[in-house]
């Protein structure tokens, strides 16, 4: 796909979300990196569900922590992998509260550095925390990507890489979002609704007709 067509595309999806942002509720950053560890494998509502009433009572290292395992596990029990997830959060609060003064830290390698955070999760808090343009590729993004040849790739890495390499300047602080919010609700895994699609005119796949009802 040549640069052209990628700056109308992310024009288009521009000029349709202005402003998008992460369908995850927090009010601050360590609230973020909390439901983002937990929003693995799991939907952004129930996420919002379990952290409703979390973060009512433990929203720091250290209230968190006051919570131990079996407080902790009585607010996201409803999770997926909820046991492996208390115990990455909790051992994160102890290196945030020992490290780093309680504070989420801003780069790469420390964050990749805390329990449960990898490279996709870094690349969330890195570009909403932080305002760094960088692109958390997950399964609706690499979906997307590969399905209208965006940036085609044969794993995640692959397509960040492209992404990175190819996405304009302008686009890249705000393509994270554009993109999995593209992916979740109308590039969609089984029937994507092509009909409604705002760069139906410049994606490159080949069956999306079918789907556009043409």
């Avoid at 950053?29 to 799991?42: G, N, R």
């Avoid at 997950?138 to 990175?164: M, Q, W, Y």
């Avoid at 593209?182 to 007709?209: F, L, M, N």
Wanted: proline residues 5%; positive net charge; charged residues 20%.
């Amino acid at each position: 796909m040549n640069k052209n067509k990628l700056r109308t595309i992310f024009s288009c999806l521009q000029t349709a979300n202005p402003f998008p942002t992460t369908e995850l509720v927090y009010s601050s950053t360590f609230e973020l990196l909390v439901a983002v560890i937990l929003s693995a494998q799991a939907t952004d509502v129930s996420v919002n569900r379990a952290c409703a009433g979390l973060f009512k009572v433990a929203n720091t290292p250290e209230g968190t922590l006051a919570l131990g395992p079996a407080g902790l596990k009585r607010h996201i029990r409803q999770i997926g992998l909820y046991n492996s997830k208390a115990e990455n959060i909790l051992r994160t609060c102890r290196i945030l509260k020992d490290s780093y003064g309680s504070v989420v830290p801003g780069d790469r390698v420390a964050l990749e550095s805390l329990p449960g955070v990898g490279r996709k999760t870094a690349n969330v808090i890195l570009n909403i925390a932080f305002g760094q343009p960088v692109i958390a590729v997950d399964t609706h993004i690499f979906r997307v990507c590969n399905r209208t040849g965006i940036a085609p790739g044969k794993n995640v890495r692959e397509v960040e890489t492209s992404l990175d390499r190819k996405v304009p300047d302008a686009f890249k602080l705000h393509a994270h979002h554009w993109l999995i919010l593209h992916g979740r609700y109308t590039c969609t895994a089984r029937k994507p609704h092509c009909a409604d699609c705002v760069i139906y005119t410049y994606c490159e796949w080949r069956d999306k007709k079918i789907y556009a009802g043409t």
